[in-house]
Every structure is written in structure tokens, then in C-alpha cells.
């Protein structure tokens, strides 16, 4: 079976666009590939986070991914920080990586310009960590969004220069993975593009029902359909997203209809909507909680993934090892 392996940033709480774009898929993968999630709070260093922030953080991610169906039996979770060997792998993988490309890569400039005062050299080998991670397993694919694509070439990279110095195929080349032919993306409620944590404009898994109603009924709308048949301005197809995602076909078709013939009261759109999500959403908020308030759970979970995953990495250190000259005990 081939190998899956995904890394989850720990920022902050999941919202609609995380698990409709994301940890959906990735629920459905667990049944069809051997994959493996981590939490990559070693990544989080380059900006220098509180001791307790990045505790609280890993078992708040561990939770929420939980919750919304990733079984630990079929796909492990484990804290980057747990696997020492990935570290061992970053090494070798920085001695064949060279300062000119790590230099160009956009994500790096980009942080770079936005803390000018913090450009370290964790935040510049930030790829060949994000290659270690994946290398260690072998994996073959990586479930990546756009922003990801320059980094996993640079990891296919590592992997080629890795096999052509040492004359072996060792590594594969990891894919990127999309799980659905076309990316979904859930668009914001304010007439923004993209639901996401910078834009200020989430619906979040742990909101509560009134919250949920509270975020949707103020969503930007316009002064209603003109035409009959005519094409919805943006605002409005960002509404029709949502019933696409939340809601039932029939609904869709309904409102769809008294869209084209310009009897359609957004009130009515949005109620449903809102109905829709509170339904998706409270049975997940519910087992957040009640996760979240077993950290037993959370850290058995967690030594369980972080053993997995290190049984998986060594196997491939020792390999390792021995290709580059070394010594296994
Ligand atoms: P982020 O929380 O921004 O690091 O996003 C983590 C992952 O969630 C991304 O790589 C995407 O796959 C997914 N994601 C985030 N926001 C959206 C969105 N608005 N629509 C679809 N997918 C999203």
C-alpha cells in the first residue's frame, strides 16, 4: 500500500476551510492509504514560541483532528518532536542542499520580508526539514496545498541528489497528492475569497451553534437577483458554495431555483445554510470537548504515533547510515 504522510502546522484552531479543504480528505484516505499525520511544532520554531503555547497547541490540534474521524489505529498521529531520527535525516539532507536554492525558495523570501529582524537559519531550512519529515517514512505522496508546491520539489530534489551521490534508489520522490480531483475552496462569509485565519473570517469547529448562526446571518449579500437566470455576483455564489458543501442537492436545486427566478430572500438562504453547518459542526464541537478533556487519551495517543513513527524513521536511518559509510549498531 502506498505511504501517505502529512504535516499540520500548529496554528491556532481548525475552521470550515481546514476541514472541508483538508481533514475531510484526509479521513477518507485513512481507509485507502498507510498514512501518517504529524504535528510540526519543531517548524514552529522559527518564530520562537512559549514553552506551554506549544504543549496546549499539540494537544489542541490532536484533539480537533480526532474529533473530526482520524482514527489513530489507521493513521497514526505523532509530534515532529518525538522522532529524534528525523533530525539525523536533516543533517544529511543540509550537507547535500546548497545555500543558492534554499535562498530562492518564495516561502522563504516571503517570511523573511516579514520578520526582517528574525531571518534564521531554521526558517532557511525550512524544506529539508519539511523533507525529512517525509523522507524518513519513504512516503510517496504528501497531501499539499498550492503554497507547498516549490517546497516539495525541493524535497524531490533532496531525495534524486541523495540516490544519484550514492548511486542507489533509495528514496522515492514524493508526489503531490490532491485527494479530490479539484481543490475545494471554501470561500469567507465577509465577500473575501478564502475562509482563513489571517483574514480574520473562520467559522470555527469549536464555535457553538449561536456563533455559527451569529457568523453566517451577517454574511455579505447584495440587493437581491434582477434578472431572471442571471450569473451570481461573487458574494452570492460564495453563499451557494456553502449549500454546496453543507447542504443537501434538493436544497441546492430549491434555492437555485428561486435564484433564477428572482424570488430568493437571502434571510431564507442563509437560515438553511446556517442550519447546515450547525449540523456538521456541533457533533465534532462535542467530541472535541470531550477529547480535549482527556489528555490521557490525547498523550496515549500521541506516545503511540510517536512510536510508530520512530520504528518507521529508524528503519530508514539504519539504511541510511550504512549507504553514507557509518556505523549500525
Ligand atoms: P492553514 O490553516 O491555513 O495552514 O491551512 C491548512 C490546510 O487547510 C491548507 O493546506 C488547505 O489544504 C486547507 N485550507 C485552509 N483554508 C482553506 C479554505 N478556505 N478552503 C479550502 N481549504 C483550505
Redesign the pocket.
Given at each position: 500500500m502506498e505511504k501517505v504522510v502529512s504535516g499540520?502546522?500548529p496554528?491556532?484552531n481548525?475552521?470550515?476551510?481546514?476541514y472541508?479543504?483538508?481533514?475531510k480528505s484526509f479521513v477518507a484516505m485513512q481507509a485507502q492509504y498507510q498514512c501518517m499525520f504529524f504535528i510540526a511544532d519543531w517548524h514552529s520554531l522559527t518564530t520562537h514560541p512559549k514553552p506551554e503555547n506549544i504543549q496546549n497547541s499539540a494537544r489542541t490540534i490532536l484533539a480537533e483532528y480526532l474529533a473530526c474521524g482520524i482514527d489513530p489505529q489507521k493513521a497514526p498521529i505523532y509530534v515532529q518532536s518525538d522522532v529524534k531520527e528525523t533530525l539525523e535525516l536533516y543533517l544529511y539532507l543540509n550537507m547535500n542542499t546548497y545555500l543558492g536554492e534554499l535562498e530562492r525558495v518564495t516561502t522563504f523570501k516571503e517570511k523573511a520580508r516579514k520578520q526582517p529582524d528574525n531571518v534564521n537559519a531554521g526558517l532557511l531550512t525550512y524544506p529539508t526539514l519539511m523533507a525529512a519529515d517525509v523522507l524518513q517514512h519513504r512516503a510517496h505522496k504528501v497531501?499539499?496545498?498550492k503554497?507547498?508546491e516549490q517546497n516539495m520539489e525541493m524535497m524531490r530534489k533532496c531525495a534524486r541528489r541523495f540516490n544519484n551521490i550514492y548511486g542507489i534508489e533509495f528514496f522515492p520522490e514524493p508526489q503531490n497528492f490532491y485527494f479530490n480531483a479539484t481543490?475545494?475552496?471554501?470561500?469567507?462569509l465577509d465577500g473575501s475569497g478564502?475562509?482563513?485565519?489571517?483574514e480574520g473570517n473562520c467559522i470555527y469547529l469549536r464555535d457553538d451553534d449561536k456563533t455559527i448562526r451569529k457568523k453566517v446571518m451577517k454574511a455579505v449579500t447584495d440587493n437581491g437577483p434582477q434578472e431572471p437566470n442571471s450569473q451570481r455576483p461573487e458574494v452570492i455564489e460564495n453563499l451557494f458554495t456553502f449549500l454546496k458543501i453543507a447542504s443537501t442537492p434538493d436544497t441546492y436545486q430549491y434555492f437555485d431555483e428561486k435564484w433564477n427566478d428572482c424570488t430568493l430572500r437571502y434571510g431564507d438562504l442563509k437560515k438553511q445554510i446556517a442550519e447546515d453547518l450547525v449540523n456538521i459542526v456541533a457533533p465534532i464541537r462535542e467530541k472535541i470537548e470531550e477529547y480535549s478533556s482527556n489528555t490521557t487519551l490525547l498523550d496515549k495517543v500521541a506516545k503511540e504515533g510517536a512510536d510508530h513513527a520512530r520504528q518507521s524513521a529508524a528503519e530508514t536511518l539504519n539504511e541510511v547510515r550504512k549507504i553514507i559509510g557509518f556505523r549500525v549498531y
Open positions: 499540520i502546522r496554528t491556532g481548525l475552521h470550515l476551510g481546514n472541508f479543504g483538508a481533514v497531501p499539499v496545498g503554497d507547498q481543490a475545494l475552496k471554501v470561500p469567507g478564502k475562509m482563513g485565519k489571517s
